[in-house]
């Protein structure tokens, strides 16, 4: 199947919302992606160096295993890595925030 193209993030962040609609595939998603930053922070401003290298691993390691064990679906990263990214920290921020609700009823979902 080929991939759908984009314009802007915009044009992309409801579709993103569509590949991640269980509510189980954003909660491993949104667990993932907090991990990820912790690991991240954690190797940037104590170490050791590889939890840098580590970060991104369980980042998207949770991300795709979410994609095959309960959406079902082939992740966005491997067609769309920037905006799959910045889909990923919008999503974790939203739900932090309390505005993952609305963001997702506005959106169809």
């Not at 079902?72 to 491997?78: I, K």
Request: hydrophobic share 50%; net charge positive.
């Amino acid at each position: 199947m080929a991939a759908e193209r984009f314009s802007t993030f915009g044009e992309f962040w409801p579709h993103y919302l569509r590949e991640h609609a269980r509510p189980a595939t954003r909660a491993v998603h949104v667990g993932g992606t907090w991990v990820a930053l912790a690991v991240l922070l954690s190797g940037l401003l104590a170490g050791p160096w590889w939890l840098v290298l580590l970060a991104p691993v369980v980042g998207y390691g949770c991300a795709w295993v979410s994609h095959m064990l309960i959406e079902r679906n082939r992740p966005a990263t491997f067609t769309h890595p920037a905006w799959s990214l910045l889909g990923d920290l919008r999503l974790a921020w939203l739900a932090a925030t309390g505005r993952l609700g609305p963001e997702l009823r506005r959106n169809g979902l």
